[in-house]
């Protein structure tokens, strides 16, 4: 019942905190200008999403999580906060991050006992999936409601991992209360036009949060993680292959650009912001169940439901992105 609460404590605070500055943002300068990345073509608040990332980081308070989990999760809010204000450069940005993401890997390799080696390769490729994810997300915050609304399937996916399966209350009820305070965003954001973006100060909170719960997961029982790391395997392929497209064309990876499958449905092929982001998270949550049913049979299956449903995604990108080619 106190969970409950809080949950509910939480998507209202959101939406406070979101009206707030969907009316006072550009008052002091939180405003985001269309550019060559944007789907929007007027100047429209942002950082809308605090409100998200002050209730995820009061639960992981309150809720027991280790400072080096908290106070990095802080961190990257704080980060992007700066970023949605004053411009930060992308070396540096980037650079905070992965000292954040190195904190948090510190503890969640703190008890392990297998070899030296075998830990400074575990923390390397912890560090890069948790500053991944960091900016995945962020990239994947370019269409209304995209965000908000996997932000409700991948924490709501966590909090069932957590509670029903992996029996760890701790994660379960940060994760539910995170998924609860997304809610409260869509009233604002989840239409054609929104009334205020969500804004790094959020979108990168949610990747590196998300990550950080999932490795955590991983750390106690690895299927549960890897199920865990599945409730963001839409956004996973989207960008991964986006970044791949990019890279074989040498274009510099932190410039502005609309070539992710979500733009193309909404800029090329006339697709609603709105149906755009229940399409993602209508597929992601069928891949979540999947993946969870899978589970029952152990780690061979849930890794064959991932390769097949990578498979498939990866199809239906390369046909959006042929039909929005086709469609210039």
């Known amino acids: 019942m106190i969970l409950f609460a809080w949950a509910i404590g939480a998507c209202l605070m959101t939406f406070g905190v979101g009206f707030l500055v969907a009316t006072c943002g550009a008052n002091v300068g939180l405003v985001d200008a269309p550019n060559g990345r944007s789907s929007h073509t007027e100047m429209t608040p942002r950082a809308g999403g605090l409100g998200i990332s002050i209730a995820g980081v009061v639960a992981g308070v309150v809720c027991g999580l280790?400072?080096?989990?908290?106070?990095?999760?802080?961190?990257?809010?704080?980060?992007?906060?700066?970023?949605?204000?004053?411009?930060?450069?992308?070396?540096?940005?980037?650079?905070?991050?992965?000292?954040?993401?190195?904190?948090?890997?510190?503890?969640?390799?703190?008890?392990?006992?297998?070899?030296?080696?075998?830990?400074?390769?575990?923390?390397?490729?912890?560090?890069?999936?948790?500053?991944?994810?960091?900016?995945?997300?962020?990239?994947?915050?370019?269409?209304?409601?995209?965000?908000?609304?996997?932000g409700v399937v991948v924490f709501g996916t966590l909090a069932v991992i957590s509670l029903t399966f992996a029996k760890d209350v701790e994660i379960g009820r940060v994760a539910l209360i995170i998924a609860a305070a997304c809610c409260g965003f869509l009233p604002l954001n989840l239409w054609r036009k929104a009334r205020v973006f969500m804004g790094d100060?959020?979108?990168?909170?949610?990747?590196?949060?998300?990550?950080?719960?999932?490795?955590?997961?991983?750390?106690?029982?690895?299927?549960?993680?890897?199920?865990?790391?599945?409730?963001?395997?839409?956004f996973?392929?989207?960008?991964?292959?986006?970044?791949?497209?990019?890279?074989?064309?040498?274009?510099r990876l932190f410039e502005a650009h609309?070539?992710?499958?979500?733009?193309?449905?909404?800029?090329?092929?006339?697709?609603?912001h709105p149906a755009v982001a229940v399409t993602y998270a209508g597929i992601q949550s069928a891949v979540?169940?999947?993946?969870?049913?899978?589970?029952?049979?152990?780690?061979?299956?849930?890794?064959?439901?991932?390769?097949?449903?990578?498979?498939?995604?990866?199809?239906?990108?390369?046909?959006?992105?042929?039909?929005?080619?086709?469609?210039?």
């Open 66 to 150: 280790a400072v080096a989990a908290w106070l990095p999760m802080a961190g990257i809010g704080f980060l992007g906060l700066v970023d949605d204000r004053w411009h930060v450069e992308s070396r540096l940005r980037l650079l905070v991050q992965c000292m954040l993401a190195g904190l948090s890997t510190l503890w969640l390799l703190r008890q392990t006992n297998l070899p030296v080696m075998i830990v400074v390769a575990a923390a390397i490729m912890f560090v890069l999936l948790l500053v991944g994810t960091t900016n995945i997300y962020n990239f994947m915050d370019g269409s209304n409601g995209m965000a908000g609304l996997m």
């Open 201 to 234: 100060v959020c979108s990168t909170f949610l990747g590196f949060t998300a990550s950080l719960l999932a490795l955590r997961l991983w750390m106690e029982q690895p299927i549960w993680g890897l199920c865990a790391l599945g409730a963001m395997t839409v």
């Open 236 to 251: 996973y392929v989207d960008a991964g292959l986006t970044l791949i497209a990019r890279l074989r064309r040498h274009e």
């Open 258 to 272: 609309r070539m992710h499958a979500y733009q193309r449905l909404v800029n090329e092929l006339g697709w609603a």
């Open 288 to 328: 979540s169940i999947l993946v969870l049913v899978a589970s029952r049979w152990g780690w061979g299956a849930v890794v064959g439901v991932l390769t097949g449903v990578v498979i498939v995604l990866s199809c239906l990108y390369w046909y959006v992105q042929k039909r929005a080619v086709r469609s210039v």
